[in-house]
Structures are given as structure tokens and as C-alpha cells.
């Protein structure tokens, strides 16, 4: 798909992160209003310097972002609230850009937020593979179980990445789960869909994170340090899921490509990723999606260590989904502070040596096509 | 919209048992993939043969009951099993 306009560059200049925890005696508005300073210091701006601010959530109510920002003085302001399932906040990432980068305004904020119980995650749905009781863990374990018999991929690999996200995040004070685990921990921990065990399971969270974007006319008068939105994709496939290949994310692709091309880059250009790691099986399918290695070839990726700190291709050294909790609208906002940090150079005891290119992918929605996916390329120097 | 028989016989494509159910359900129970004839592949509730289940492997369908509604009676449905 050709552009048809000029879009200008489009970077991230601050973020802030409320640790994801249960603020069972916090309101969503105060979570929200906790991340939203956060990432205004971070960026050294003012209320009245953001002239757009979006907000992504699921469950949180109608104009969440006016609640939060009212209760914070914000002045007059664009205001939109947004929801795309599990991808809500990075979608609302790629608005903002969008608008920027469209020269509709010269610097943006976007917010993440949710609060959320125990449980599965309800869906409202009319989706008949859902009534029948095909959720989310469901999907996964059936798509683990079709890579298994197809490749050769064994439990353990599903098991390490579980481990290796709980390494990174041993060295992530922003994480929740920070504990260190053993495969044989991760195995004999109690079934949740077969072959996925509770530990390779995100649990519920709360919390919330905050980008503040800017064009790139901004940044250079205000002398603002940048790390710049390369590329940028979605993409939905809403099928009937007819002869649908359960070892294959078409969504995940898809997005990837998009983001790629604009980028003029690939995979192998790729210095660190933050991936949709709900279920570690999702992360080894993930990988695949997004390039990272073959079709098929996901299990040697982790036997190789490659996605390990100090590997090639690091992936998720936050900690990921599996290590921090699922805020579902705060999630895709949050793998852009874990980014930023890692390409400004700052995140210590986890930091990938000169670091400049960054991948952040996340996905939703009921059904694995039936979703929602978004990828975002980053790149700093 | 056409009405398309089946038949009563698929392949095991893939499965999963779920330990964790939404309300009405009672866990764990065996749900997955068949694929039909014609390159239907349909998600469905399993019965799984003594031997446990195998991809691949043929199953038959009938009809039995899934979950209780909120009336606490059973609501039927496919499933596939041996």
C-alpha cells in the first residue's frame, strides 16, 4: 500500500510506568494519574504542552481520559479513549503517531490503564468457538500442541522461555514477579490447558504506563532527545477460520510486514524486541511470526539461547507479560518504556549493549485472528 | 448461507484439556480442532478414547451434553470422540 501523503518523523520523548500490582485500594483514575506524571518529567514537559491525549483501556468506563485528566488540571484538549482487545494500547500508540505524523498536532500523550480481578478474561462475544469454551489459554495450548506434532518443539522450550523472562525480570525492579524459576518448576506447576501450565500463564494485573510523543519540528526547538517511530503496523484478520493453521499468526506477519516495510528494515536488523507474551507459548510462535527465525524453527531459538540476555535477538527483558502481569490497556504501553530505556542506554542490570533498534508487538481479541495486532518499529542514532 | 452434510466421521487436528472453564462448564474438559470433509476444520468438544488422544487419529461425532445454562440444565452439543 503506497502512502499517498508525506508523513513527518514522529518520536517518543518521555515515558512513565506505575509497576503492575493490584491497587486494590487505588482508583483507575489514580493509577492512570500516576503514570501520566511520570512520563510528563520524564519528557520535561507541561500539562499545557500536550495538545492530544489518547487512552486505551477495556474495562474501565466511558471517558476515562477526561476523568484522569480533569482530576489532573489538564487545560482544553483533543481527548480520545480507545479500545482494540489486548492490543488497545499499542493501537493507541500508532494513533498518536498517526496525528503527528499527519501534522495534526506537535506532541501527544498516550496512557495505558486497566484494573482488573482474578480470572479469565470475559469477553462480550458473540463468537461461537467462545461459548463453547474456547479461550484464550485454549487457543494457545492448541496451537502448542499443532507446533509440537509438527516440528518437533517439545514442552521444555516452552518452559525455558518462561524461565528466561523470569531471569530478565529478576533484573527489572519494575517487574512484579522477579523470583527466579526452574523448567522443572515451570512443568509440574498446575495444568491450565494443556501443555500450559500456570507458570506459563500472565496473570491479571493492574496498572498503568504513559508515552508522550512529539513531531520532529518539536523536538528539534525544544531540544527534546528522541527515539524515533520507524515503522508501524496492524492488522485484523477476521476469516472463518476455514482450514485456519494453528502454527501460523497470519496477524502477527501481517503486522510485522507492514511495520518492516515502512522501516526499510527486517528482522535481522533487530537489536532487542518486547513481545505479546501472554502465554510463553505465544512468545515461540511469535517469534516465527515476526521473522526472528523460520517457520518451524521457533524451539531452536530458545535451545540456542538466542533470545536470552546476551543472545542475539534478546526478547523481553522486561520481563515480558509472564513476569510483570496483563493491565490489558496498559500492556502494549508498556513494552514502549522497557524500549525507550533500553535504547537511551539506561536500563540497568538488563541493558543490551548499544542498543538501536527496537520491535514492539502486541495482540488481542477473541479468537487468535479474530484480534487485534500491532507491531512498532523504534530506532535511536 | 447452504446447508453442507458433514458426515460423521473427522481427524483429530489438534486439542487441549482445560483445566481452567468459563462458568458451566465442568473441568477439565477436552476440547479441540477436527477436520471435516472438504477442508472444514471445526472447533469442538472432545471425548477422549481410554488411550488418551492422538493427532490424527479419527473420531466419530454425537450429540451430548456441554455445560449447564443458567438453569442449571444441560445444554448439548457436538462431540467428537472414539
Known sequence: MESVVNLRKVAIIGVGLTPFDNYNDVSSEDIARAAVIAALKDAQLERRDIQYAIFAHLYQGEVLGQRVLRGLGFPEISILNLENACASGSSAVREAWLALAAEQFDVALVVGIEKMARGLISFVSADVELALGNVAPAQYAMCARRHMHEFGTTAEMFAQIAVKNRQHASQNPNARFRDLISVEEVLASRPIAEPITLLECCRNGSGAAAVVLASENYIRRHGKDPVWISGSGLSSFISDKQSLDLTNFGATRAAAEMAYNMAGLGPEDLDIVELHDAFAQGELLHYEGLGLCKKGEGGRLVHDGDTKLGGCIPVNLSGGLLSKSHPLGATGVAQFSELVWQLRGTAEGRQVENAKIGLAHSQGGTGLEAGATAVTILSRG | ?82
Do not use: W
Request: proline letters at 11%; one cysteine or more.
Open chain 2, 1 to 82: 448461507m447452504t446447508e453442507v452434510p458433514i458426515g460423521r466421521q473427522g481427524t483429530l487436528y489438534t486439542y487441549t484439556i482445560l483445566h481452567q472453564a468459563p462458568e458451566g462448564f465442568q473441568p477439565p474438559i477436552a476440547v479441540g480442532y477436527v477436520d471435516l470433509c472438504d477442508g472444514i476444520r471445526v472447533f469442538t468438544h472432545l471425548s477422549p478414547p481410554s488411550s488418551g488422544l492422538t493427532l490424527g487419529m479419527t473420531l466419530t461425532l454425537r450429540l451430548g451434553p456441554l455445560k449447564k445454562d443458567e438453569n442449571q440444565q444441560d445444554v448439548y452439543g457436538p462431540i467428537y470422540g472414539p
